[in-house]
């Protein structure tokens, strides 16, 4: 049998161009400045608001490009109080132009916040004995539940409005009844607030109509929109009505 021929061994590492290193950066002394410096929130350039379309509803941000951080805590509360106020005029007087109901695309919660726990506070002070914290938790239940459940329906029905700002502006419509509930508690004379809390029903249901109204819901199905609305709301002011 003839000797298998030898391979010859590969030469390993022998003979292979090695690639030159690149030239490492010098490490930053401690004194020298960085390329990159700024402060965080602010911007040299005009603050430009920022629109997107959400469910339909053109939504603008409340951001001004100006850092308030440093800002002292009495002009952020101003500044969150007079929003309340603008969207609280908006939202019971409305006007019919887009600019009255610039509510829809500026909303926050912190208005319907303070006028269901007025409401709450206002029905539970007259009640007897140990009922007052039961009308209170029951009175926030209603509102919190009730305006989850007309928000869903008009969302259902075609509205064309998030969840959250068919949230603030039915927070917002509690208004009027607010203003009932502060008559029934100093004039407990029946014949004076009943037709206070029925007015104050029928504005609360009308300027929540003319929220629904700016939600493009078809004429065919606003009926069904404005029942649970009129319902929702009549359930509350028939609370300030039997305290």
């Keep these: 049998m003839a000797p298998s021929p030898t391979l010859p061994t590969p030469?390993?590492?022998?003979?292979?161009?090695?690639?030159?290193?690149?030239p490492s950066s010098p490490l930053p002394t401690p004194g020298a400045s960085s390329g990159v410096s700024g402060n965080i929130g602010t911007s040299s350039q005009p603050a430009k608001q920022q629109r997107q379309t959400v469910a339909g509803v053109r939504v603008e941000?409340?951001?001004?490009?100006?850092?308030?951080?440093?800002?002292?805590?009495?002009?952020?509360?101003?500044r969150d109080l007079l929003s309340?106020?603008?969207?609280?005029?908006?939202?019971?007087?409305?006007?019919?132009t887009g600019e009255g109901r610039a509510v829809l695309r500026d909303w926050?919660?912190?208005?319907?916040?303070?006028?269901?726990?007025?409401?709450?506070?206002l029905l539970s002070i007259n009640?007897?004995?140990?009922?007052?914290?039961?009308?209170?938790?029951?009175v926030i239940v209603i509102i919190s539940v009730g305006s989850v459940v007309v928000t869903i329906q008009t969302?259902?029905?075609?509205?064309?409005?998030?969840?959250?700002?068919?949230?603030?502006?039915?927070?917002?419509?509690?208004?009027?009844?607010?203003?009932?509930?502060i008559v029934a508690t100093f004039v407990p004379i029946m014949w004076v607030r009943l037709p206070v809390t029925l007015a104050s029903w029928a504005w609360c249901v009308w300027a929540a109509m003319n929220f629904l109204d700016g939600t493009k819901i078809e004429s065919q199905r606003i009926v069904l929109?404005?029942?649970?609305?009129?319902?929702?709301?009549f359930i509350l002011a028939w609370m300030i009505i039997i305290e």
């Design 11 to 22: 030469n390993k590492g022998k003979g292979r161009a090695t690639s030159p290193l690149p």
């Design 61 to 78: 941000t409340r951001s001004t490009g100006v850092d308030t951080l440093d800002e002292p805590v009495s002009t952020t509360i101003l």
């Design 84 to 96: 309340i106020y603008t969207k609280l005029v908006q939202v019971l007087y409305p006007l019919r």
């Design 108 to 121: 926050d919660l912190w208005g319907p916040l303070i006028f269901c726990l007025l409401l709450g506070s």
């Design 127 to 138: 009640a007897k004995g140990a009922q007052g914290f039961g009308i209170f938790t029951g």
């Design 155 to 181: 969302k259902l029905l075609g509205g064309r409005v998030s969840f959250l700002q068919g949230l603030c502006v039915l927070g917002y419509c509690l208004a009027p009844l607010d203003i009932a509930a």
């Design 225 to 233: 929109a404005v029942y649970p609305l009129v319902l929702f709301y």
